[in-house]
C-alpha cells in the first residue's frame, strides 16, 4: 500500500505544521542531499551532541571537535536513517563511536586537568566557595582518572547514567542493546566506581562489605 502525503501538510506555511512534521521533513530532504535542510538539522541538535560528548570525554575542546566529526560521519551515512529510533538518538549513537574510536587511539587523556574544570561547567554549584570549588574539581578529576582505567563498555554506561543522567530505554538505544543489559553494566560500573574511591579514601568502605 502506497503511503500519501497529505497535501495540506505538505503545502501548510512552515508555522502552521506540528514540530515533529517539520523535522521529519527536514530529514528527508537532508537524505535527499538539500544542504540547507542538513544545516538546519545541523543547528538544531548541535548543543545536545556537544553536551552528550563532553559529558563522555569531560573535555571542551576535545568534545567541540568530536561533535564535528559526528556531524560529519552523520552526513555521510544519513541515508541510512530509517526513523527506528528518533533522529537525536540516531545522532547519540554515531557520537558515541567517535567517542570510542577517540578512547583506541589515545588511551590515556591529555587534559585531566582541563576535564575537572568542564566537570564544573556541567554540574554547576551553588556554592561558590574556593576550598569547595577545589574539592570538586579534585573529585572530578579522580573519578575521571578512574573511569579511564575501566572498559569502555562500563565506562559509557556509567557517564550516560550516573553522570548524564539518561533514561535506561534512551542508553540502550543509542548502544544497541537491551535495558536489562544496560542495568547490569551500570551495577557493575558502579561497584568498580565504588571499590576505587574506597581504596584511593574518597570513601568509606561500606560496613560488612
Known amino acids: 500500500m502506497v503511503k500519501v502525503r497529505s497535501i ?7 508555522e502552521a505544521r506540528p514540530a515533529a512534521a517539520i523535522h521529519a521533513l527536514l530529514v ?27 559529558f563522555l570525554t569531560g573535555d571542551d575542546d ?32 554515531i ?17 585531566a586537568h582541563g576535564r ?11 556554592d561558590g566557595a574556593p576550598e569547595r570549588v577545589n574539592l570538586q574539581k579534585t573529585r572530578a578529576k579522580v573519578l575521571y582518572t578512574i573511569l579511564e582505567g ?5 565506562r559509557e554506561i556509567f557517564v550516560l547514567r550516573d553522570l548524564q543522567g539518561m533514561p535506561a530505554r ?5 548502544l544497541g542493546i537491551s535495558e536489562g543489559n544496560v542495568a547490569v553494566r551500570a551495577t557493575r560500573a558502579r561497584a568498580r566506581v565504588r571499590a576505587e574511591l574506597e581504596r584511593l579514601g574518597w570513601l568509606s568502605p561500606r560496613q560488612g562489605a
Open 116 to 126: 575537572m574544570e568542564n566537570m564544573q561547567a556541567v554540574e554547576p554549584q551553588a
Open 8 to 14: 495540506a501538510t505538505e503545502t501548510a506555511p512552515p
Open 62 to 93: 576535545l568534545a567541540e571537535d568530536l561533535t564535528q566529526e559526528t556531524f560529519a560521519k552523520a552526513m555521510t551515512s544519513i541515508a541510512s536513517f530509517r526513523g527506528q529510533s528518533s533522529f537525536s538518538t540516531w545522532l547519540g549513537g
Open 95 to 111: 557520537a558515541i563511536n567517535v567517542v570510542r574510536e577517540q578512547w583506541r587511539w589515545q588511551r590515556n587523556t591529555r587534559t
Open 170 to 174: 534512551e542508553i540502550a538505544a543509542q
Open 28 to 54: 528527508e530532504r537532508a537524505q535527499a542531499a538539500d544542504v540547507q535542510a542538513w544545516s538546519r538539522l545541523y543547528q538544531e541538535h548541535f548543543d545536545g551532541v556537544f553536551r552528550h560528548v563532553r
Open 150 to 154: 575501566m572498559p569502555a563498555g562500563l
